[in-house]
């Protein structure tokens, strides 16, 4: 495999274990909220993530790499989403969303830094590109629960 392509294929499998963080952070605000709808708002976001992770596998798996499994280190993102379980003990929404909010900020400038990877073909590009826009959105909708 040439350099090029493990660059690609380590960049992806850095997005892989973010968004696995934040279907996990999801995973654990929904179960520890007492909002139904903020409940359904997390889940649903919670099942974007295991998608988003299903498409980046299939990327990396296309490029004849080893997809990534589980979560990442213990990193900026990691860390949100350890303030997400700390805040539910308190059930306080606004503590949970602020604490999401957090996360997504890790996970926009994962993405930003994985679309500034040198030789990335198109298709992996608009992958990439397209995620950080839905990542943007859950952000802005996140940002919403709290006006």
Not at 36 to 62: C, D, P
Request: hydrophobic fraction near 40%; aromatic fraction near 6%.
């Amino acid at each position: 495999m040439e350099a090029t392509a493990n660059k690609t294929i380590d960049t992806l499998n850095h997005l892989i274990r973010m968004v696995n963080d934040g279907k996990l952070g999801y995973e654990n605000a929904a179960e520890n909220c007492t909002d139904t709808a903020m409940k359904g708002f997390f889940m649903k976001y919670s099942a974007q993530r295991g998608e988003f992770a299903h498409a980046l596998i299939s990327e990396v798996s296309s490029l004849g790499g080893e997809p990534a499994t589980g979560s990442g280190p213990l990193g900026a993102l990691h860390r949100a989403w350890i303030d997400v379980k700390d805040s539910v003990g308190a059930n306080d929404k606004a503590s949970i969303v602020a604490s999401c909010i957090t996360g997504e900020d890790a996970a926009i400038k994962a993405y930003t830094e994985a679309l500034a990877t040198e030789g990335l073909s198109y298709k992996t590009r608009e992958l990439i590109k397209e995620q950080l826009m839905k990542i943007q959105e859950t952000q802005n909708a996140l940002r919403s629960q709290t006006a």
